[in-house]
């Protein structure tokens, strides 16, 4: 009010000052602009496993609970339906193991390659995996739902109905993999990164995402938790492709121009 008034007193003070205000907005203005604005997505920080050269042949002995595996290879492997829950493996190379309803709940796998593995209902829940390169896994129903995965590549192969419910991912990368009906609800993801693999009816329901960078997936399909999205970052051609979802969520009806009015005079006749 101040500022019309003096704009109409006709002796120049009310327009130096409105100048003066406009000047000073748009220095404000110019620095808001200068600010950095903060865009890229952090990367993960993939796993450097170095295995060495003296592993010593698993003696084929069974799983034991709370068993100490320290530089061990297991080759090819029938592990399953044993009972290795709370066990340790550091520095240890498992290539070719079936793991059919494997118990290895709250075991902590540390340093350490896991190749070819094969099983349905292997038990991991609560289990740590920290430095860890998975390659070429053929899992189903695998239970995840607790674990802490850091630093952990997961490379190539297919996993069907993995339970990641409730877990911790932290710098952590899907590459070349088949993910079926992967269930991340109320998982917390850090810096995870999906790279050419195929994300099939995924469900991020109550889920909390950071700097997850979803753009590389071959294809993506959420089945649930749209709406905790935030957080990741998409493509645009992964924006139209979602684009259905996101209107669902929202209660948006997508009709053509007229379209509803002819639907009208339809039901009406």
Same mark, same amino acid.
């Given at each position: ?165 409730? @877990? !911790? =991912?932290?710098? /952590?990368? $899907?590459?070349? *993999?088949? %993910?079926?009906?992967? &269930? #991340? +609800?109320? @998982? !917390? =993801?850090?810096? /995870?990164? $999906?790279?050419? *693999?195929? %994300?099939?009816?995924? &469900? #991020? +329901?109550?889920?909390? =995402?950071?700097? /997850? ?11 649930? +938790?749209?709406?905790? =999205? ?40």
């Amino acid at each position: 009010m101040v500022r019309r008034a003096s704009v109409g007193t006709g002796d120049g003070r009310g327009v130096r000052g409105q100048g003066a205000a406009r000047s000073g907005a748009g220095a404000r203005g110019r620095g808001r602009e200068a600010r950095p604005v903060e865009r890229r997505v952090k990367g993960a920080r993939r796993p450097e496993v170095r295995l060495p050269g003296d592993l010593r042949p698993w003696d084929g002995a069974g799983l034991e609970p709370d068993g100490d595996y320290d530089g061990v290879r297991f080759e090819d492997a029938d592990l399953g339906g044993q009972d290795g829950g709370g066990a340790s493996f550091m520095d240890c190379a498992l290539t070719g193991c079936a793991l059919d309803e494997t118990r290895l709940y709250h075991a902590r796998f540390l340093d350490t390659v896991v190749t070819a593995p094969r099983g349905v209902g292997t038990n991991l829940a609560e289990s740590t995996f920290r430095d860890v390169e998975v390659r070429e896994a053929r899992l189903g129903g695998v239970q995840l739902h607790g674990a802490v995965l850091e630093r952990v590549l997961i490379r190539g192969g297919k996993i069907d109905y993995a339970n990641f419910r409730a @877990a !911790r =991912l932290k710098d /952590v990368v $899907f590459e070349g *993999c088949v %993910l079926v009906e992967p &269930d #991340f +609800g109320g @998982a !917390r =993801l850090e810096r /995870v990164e $999906f790279v050419d *693999c195929a %994300l099939k009816g995924a &469900d #991020f +329901g109550q889920s909390s =995402l950071t700097d /997850v960078d979803l753009r590389g997936a071959a294809s993506l399909e959420i089945a649930r +938790g749209v709406d905790r =999205l935030a957080g990741a970052v998409i493509s645009p051609a992964q924006l139209l492709d979602l684009a259905p979802v996101l209107a669902a969520e929202l209660g948006l009806r997508v009709l053509a121009e007229g379209a509803g009015e002819q639907e009208e005079q339809r039901a009406t006749r």
